[in-house]
C-alpha cells in the first residue's frame, strides 16, 4: 500500500541517510441512510476496499450490532461483494441496482456512433411511470438494438429488474432512491480534501481527516429534510402492515 520516495542524495557523501517518505492512499467505505424524519444521516465509515465482501460484511454486522434494524430500501452499484454482504445483514430488504452505474456498463458494451440512440432510450426505460410501462420499453429497446448493440441490450436485460426495483415506491421518492448520486457527492468531496492533504500516515490519521469531513456534513444535513416522509409512510404502511422497526428508510452504499 505503500511506496517510498527517497530524497535526492549527493553521491559524493555515502554516509548520507534519509527517512522515507510514505504515500499512503486510502479507500474508504462509507455508508449515508435516510431516516425515518426524512433527514440523512452518515451510519458509518470504514478504511478498506470498498469491493470487498469482507469490508461491507463488517461495516453492516457493526452497524446492526449498534442497533440498525428496520432497513426498507438499499442503494448500491453491482459489486458482487457488496450485494452478497447487503443481502446477509438486510434480508426483505429491497435492493436497488444504481441506475447510473448500470447505464454507465451498458455504454461500454455500446458502439460509439450509436451511444446518443442507446443513452436516450434507456432513459425512457428508466423513466417509466410504471413497470409494465417500463418493461415495454424494454421490449422496444431490444428490438431496436438488437443487431446495433447486442451487448448493451444483454446488459440492460440482465440488470433490468434490479435496477427497476424503485417503480414500487411513490414516484416522487424514485428520482432520489434510484442511484447512489448521494453516496458519490460524498465520496467526491472526501477525495477533494485528500488530495488537499496527499500524504497519510496510516489508517487511522486517515479516518480522523473523514470523520471529522462527515461529522460536518452530518450535521449539516440535519438542517433540511431530504425526503417528505408523509406520502412514504402511508404507502409502507399499507405494504407492510404490522412492521416494527423502521428506523432507517434508505441505504446507499
Not at 445483514?89 to 452505474?101: K, L, M, P
Not at 465520496?187 to 471529522?212: K, Q, T, Y
Request: aromatic share 8%; net charge positive; hydrophobic share 40%.
Amino acid at each position: 500500500m505503500g511506496t517510498s520516495f527517497p530524497p535526492s542524495t549527493n553521491a559524493k557523501s555515502p554516509t548520507t541517510r534519509y527517512l522515507p517518505l510514505i504515500k499512503y492512499e486510502v479507500e474508504p467505505s462509507v455508508c449515508p441512510g435516510v431516516h425515518e424524519s426524512g433527514c440523512r444521516e452518515i451510519l458509518g465509515v470504514r478504511i478498506g476496499d470498498s469491493e470487498s465482501y469482507s469490508t461491507w460484511e463488517e461495516m453492516f454486522r457493526r452497524l446492526r450490532g449498534r442497533g440498525l434494524d428496520g432497513v426498507m430500501f438499499v442503494v448500491s452499484d453491482d459489486h458482487a461483494g457488496l450485494v452478497q454482504a447487503i443481502g446477509k445483514h438486510f434480508q426483505g430488504a429491497s435492493w436497488q441496482r444504481c441506475q447510473v452505474h448500470l447505464m454507465r456498463n451498458l455504454l461500454a458494451h455500446t458502439p460509439v456512433k450509436v451511444r446518443g440512440e442507446v443513452v436516450r432510450a434507456v432513459k425512457l426505460v428508466f423513466n417509466a411511470p410504471d413497470i409494465e410501462e417500463a418493461r415495454r420499453r424494454l421490449a422496444v429497446f431490444a428490438q431496436s438494438f438488437a443487431k446495433r448493440a447486442p451487448k448493451a441490450v444483454a446488459c440492460l436485460e440482465g440488470g433490468f429488474e434490479d435496477a427497476m426495483a424503485v417503480m414500487p415506491l411513490p414516484d416522487k421518492y424514485r428520482g432520489r432512491l434510484r442511484s447512489t448520486n448521494m453516496q458519490e457527492r460524498l465520496n467526491e468531496e472526501i477525495r477533494r480534501r485528500e488530495r488537499v492533504i496527499r500524504i497519510f500516515p496510516n489508517d487511522d490519521s486517515a479516518l480522523r481527516m473523514i470523520g471529522a469531513l462527515l461529522a460536518e456534513q452530518n450535521e449539516s444535513w440535519q438542517e433540511r429534510k431530504y425526503l417528505d416522509m408523509d406520502e412514504f409512510r402511508e404507502w409502507a404502511a399499507t405494504r407492510a402492515a404490522g412492521c416494527d422497526g423502521n428506523n432507517v428508510v434508505a441505504l446507499a452504499a
